[in-house]
């Protein structure tokens, strides 16, 4: 039982590396589109495009939008250093506690710095919202990675409290 748990924590600790990774490379973090126009904003850049017309620009980079920028990529590298702890505590160093300890941490840390980086952005963007803008791709993938993370937390939190079964 606690190989499987431990197989699974692994598994959603990489996958959770991934969302994170496309949660900051994807440019769409919002749009606004009727068939002629279409507007999107991300992390990085703000677009618009009509049939004859696509202009690309960079975001400015406000103190608030370093935030968000900010805290979602340290929430990134946490998860990149969840998921190494958690490998090495599935399937190299299964005696050593101070992993289990450190995949919980690093997992629940990714997990406050996704959510503040998220919910900076909302906050930023929250203006757009009102004049008929949908949060999408990389907003989505950032909020399920924040969940993912919490879970991944709690999953080596049993995992590391469970006995060692006979083999």
């Known amino acids: 039982m606690k190989q499987i748990i431990g197989f699974a924590g692994f598994g959603l600790a990489c996958l959770n590396?991934?969302?994170?990774?496309?949660a900051l490379a994807l440019k769409v973090w919002m749009e606004k589109g009727d068939g002629y126009e279409s507007r999107t904003y991300g992390l990085w850049k703000s677009?618009?495009?009509t049939p004859q017309v696509s202009k690309c620009d960079d975001i400015p980079p406000v103190?608030?939008?370093l935030v968000f920028r900010g805290f979602v990529a340290v929430g990134m590298v946490l998860m990149?250093?969840?998921?190494?702890?958690?490998?090495?505590r599935v399937f190299?160093?299964?005696?050593?506690?101070?992993?289990?300890?450190?995949?919980?941490?690093l997992s629940s840390a990714?997990?406050?710095?996704l959510l503040i980086g998220f919910a900076a952005y909302a906050s930023y963007s929250g203006d757009l919202i009102d004049i008929g803008f949908t949060y999408v791709?990389?907003?989505g993938l950032c909020v399920v990675a924040w969940l993912f993370s919490w879970i991944q937390a709690g999953i080596f939190f049993?995992?590391?409290?469970?006995?060692?079964?006979p083999a």
């Open 17 to 22: 590396s991934l969302f994170s990774i496309l």
């Open 47 to 49: 677009c618009y495009e």
């Open 63 to 65: 103190a608030q939008v």
């Open 80 to 88: 990149f250093g969840a998921a190494v702890t958690a490998g090495l």
């Open 92 to 105: 190299l160093m299964k005696d050593r506690r101070i992993l289990y300890l450190a995949t919980v941490g």
């Open 110 to 113: 990714a997990g406050f710095c």
């Open 137 to 139: 791709g990389g907003f």
């Open 158 to 165: 049993v995992h590391g409290r469970l006995p060692e079964s």
